[in-house]
T-cell receptor, first 116, second 115 residues
Framework: GAVVSQHPSRVICKSGTSVKIECRSL??????MFWYRQFPKKSLMLMAT?????????EQGVEKDKFLINHASLTLSTLTVTSAHPEDSSFYIC????????????FGAGTRLSVL | GNSVTQMEGPVTLSEEAFLTINCTYT??????LFWYVQYPGEGLQLLLK?????DKGSNKGFEATYRKETTSFHLEKGSVQVSDSAVYFC??????????????FGAGTILRVKS
C-alpha cells in the first residue's frame, strides 16, 4: 500500500522556538495532504488541508500564523509550529490522499511534540 | 455537522473471543464510513470501508455493515488474536459537495487481547 513517512517522530523544544514537521509520500504523488492534531484520549482533529502549489485551507479555530503549512511538491508537506508554547504540546499526524475519487487517506506515524 | 460516536475503551478480551466495537454517526446525506486501526508506534491504516447503505466492508476477519436506519457501522470479528491489539477509529466522510473528502473521526477504542 501507499506509504507516508513523517519526521521527526518525537521532538522536545523550548518555549518560544519553532519546530518543523515533515510529511512525505514515499511511493506516490499526493496532491492533497491533511494535518491532524490528537489530544490524549481524544479523536483526531483536522487542522488544515494542504494542496500542492496553493495555500492551505485551515479549519475554524486553527491559527494560520501559528501553524504554517507548506506543500511545495507532490511528495512533501511541512507543518511549522511557530513560537511554540506548552499548550502546543500534542501529537500531530499527517495523511495523504492518492486520488480524490478513491477518498482514502494514508497516514504517517505521527509526531509527538513536547514544549517545555 | 458531521460527528462520530464510538464506544469507550479499553476493551479487554481473551484470545478467540468475539469482538464488537460500536460506532454511530450523525451526518447529512449519505456519507462514506471507515474503520481505521492504529498499531503501537505506527500510523493509522485503513481497515475497511463502506460507501452506501447496506454495504458490508470486510478485511482480515473484521466486518462492518453500513446501517442507514440505525446510523451505525459497528465493527465485528468472530475470533480475535493478540495481534489485533490496537486502537480502532471509526470515521466518516462526506457528502463531498459540502465537506470535500474531510474525515471526521470518533475518539478511538483501545482493544487489548490477552493470550
Amino acid at each position: 500500500g501507499a506509504v507516508v513517512s513523517q519526521h521527526p517522530s518525537r521532538v522536545i523544544c523550548k518555549s518560544g522556538t519553532s519546530v518543523k514537521i515533515e510529511c512525505r509520500s514515499l511511493d506516490f504523488q499526493a496532491t492533497t495532504m491533511f494535518w491532524y492534531r490528537q489530544f490524549p484520549k481524544k479523536s483526531l482533529m483536522l487542522m488544515a488541508t494542504s494542496n500542492e502549489g496553493s495555500k492551505a485551507t485551515y479549519e475554524q479555530g486553527v491559527e494560520k500564523d501559528k501553524f504554517l503549512i507548506n506543500h511545495a511538491s507532490l511528495t512533501l508537506s511541512t507543518l511549522t509550529v511557530t513560537s511554540a508554547h506548552p499548550e502546543d504540546s500534542s501529537f500531530y499526524i499527517c495523511s495523504a490522499r492518492v486520488r480524490v475519487a478513491e477518498n482514502i487517506q494514508y497516514f504517517g506515524a505521527g509526531t509527538r511534540l513536547s514544549v517545555l | 455537522g458531521n460527528s462520530v460516536t464510538q464506544m469507550e475503551g479499553p476493551v479487554t478480551l481473551s484470545e478467540e473471543a468475539f469482538l464488537t466495537i460500536n460506532c454511530t454517526y450523525t451526518a447529512t446525506g449519505y456519507p462514506s464510513l471507515f474503520w481505521y486501526v492504529q498499531y503501537p508506534g505506527e500510523g493509522l491504516q485503513l481497515l475497511l470501508k463502506a460507501t452506501k447503505a447496506d454495504d458490508k466492508g470486510s478485511n482480515k476477519g473484521f466486518e462492518a455493515t453500513y446501517r442507514k436506519e440505525t446510523t451505525s457501522f459497528h465493527l465485528e470479528k468472530g475470533s480475535v488474536q493478540v495481534s489485533d491489539s490496537a486502537v480502532y477509529f471509526c470515521a466518516l466522510s462526506g457528502p463531498y459537495m459540502e465537506y470535500g473528502n474531510k474525515l471526521v473521526f470518533g475518539a478511538g477504542t483501545i482493544l487489548r487481547v490477552k493470550s
